[in-house]
């Protein structure tokens, strides 16, 4: 199916596989995600072998009907209400203290469990067929960049998993913000759809997680992996867009005349100038500088378009850090080996 209109007969096929402890993908407005039922803990150890995902990194739990988080939440701290009520359905996933009968592995261990309610109606519709919550991560193999598109999903786990809900690309392209409600204070424990400003409308104080700046252990187990990396080596450039396009110009010309293949992820604004500079063979435009939400839209998929033409070295333009510019400037630190500060 491809369509943001869910077919029913399809997807009452999903929602039995989700029920006999299977694997499906299905599509939500952030990214494709990997789900089973969360309430059985054979289904939810498929996940991580379907993914290669490290036992230590806790799932997220989707669920249709905001009541169902007393079902797996043993009490809703501050704020939860008010979060629930403003973003759900929606890109914000609430750590909150987790209810003994959500199986441990959910939650890789911890007494916290991550919840949240998506946008998608094929998501929602998914959910409430199978009558189960269900646990998922992003549909990708464990480090790669997360897929937006179906294909993305089959590229990555074609054979490991039951099936997938295909409904086109994703709306929002990067992943839920992550809020930590068990702290003494909200924190973000990892930027997404949500932005810190639309979270401090509603709650006034609230934090982000220190590690995330500080290149420490993170709270969120998963953001201390390698992530969303692409094949070849991602290098990050950042400084102002005259400059960006000299540093950027001067590294092509060096890894190319290195006989290496070099792909170029760039602002709308200056990606014409590479085109008639360089004539590259490999460049994506990640749209207007000014719209770091559109490029956060299109960067898994210009990641998987450079692996795909084979480019071993990728260089990459820095965006604003305002809005989901913080998610998507997040996304490409982790993905870059070398960031250049000009
Ligand atoms: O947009 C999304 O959030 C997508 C779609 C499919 O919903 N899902 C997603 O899941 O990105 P995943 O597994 O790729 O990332 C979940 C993140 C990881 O960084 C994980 O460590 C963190 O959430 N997380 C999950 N449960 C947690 C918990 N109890 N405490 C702290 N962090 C948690
Ligand atoms: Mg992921």
Known sequence: MHSQ????????????????????????????????????????????????????NPLIVHIAKAVEVKYLSTYLP????????????????????????????????????????PQHPVALALIKAARVPIAAPSANRSGKPSPT???????DLAGKIEAIVDAGPCDVGVESTVVDLTASV??????????????????G???????????????????????YAPEGELILVEGDLPGVFDKIC????????QGLRVGILASEENSFRYRQELQP?????????????????????????CDRRHAQI??????????????????????AKRRISL
């Open 314 to 335: 990728i260089l990459c333009e820095a965006f604003p850090r305002e809005g989901v510019g913080v998610a998507l400037m997040n996304r490409l630190e982790k993905a």
């Open 5 to 56: 209109v869910p077919d029913i007969q399809k997807l009452v096929q999903a929602a039995e596989i989700i029920k006999g402890g299977g694997l499906v993908a299905f599509p939500t407005e952030t990214v494709y995600g990997l789900g089973a039922n969360a309430m059985d803990r054979d289904a939810v150890a498929g996940i991580f072998r379907a993914k290669g995902r490290p036992a230590d």
């Open 281 to 305: 063979e490999i460049i994506v435009s990640l749209g207007s500088h000014k719209r770091p939400e559109t490029a956060a839209n299109k960067l898994f998929s210009a990641l998987r378009s």
């Open 78 to 117: 501050v704020g939860a209400g008010e979060l629930m009520k403003a973003f759900w359905p929606g890109p914000l996933t609430l750590v909150l203290p987790r209810h003994p009968r959500v199986p441990k592995i959910v939650s890789a261990g911890l007494d916290t469990v991550a919840i949240r309610m």
């Open 149 to 155: 598109t179906g294909t993305h999903v089959l590229k």
């Open 205 to 227: 104080k609230v934090e982000m997680d220190p590690a995330l700046a500080a290149g420490e252990m993170p709270r969120a187990p998963g953001m201390k992996y390698v992530h």
């Open 250 to 257: 001067q590294l092509y010309r060096h890894y190319l005349s």
């Open 186 to 203: 909200p924190t973000i424990l990892r930027p997404g759809g949500i932005t810190l400003e639309q979270l401090q409308a509603v709650l």
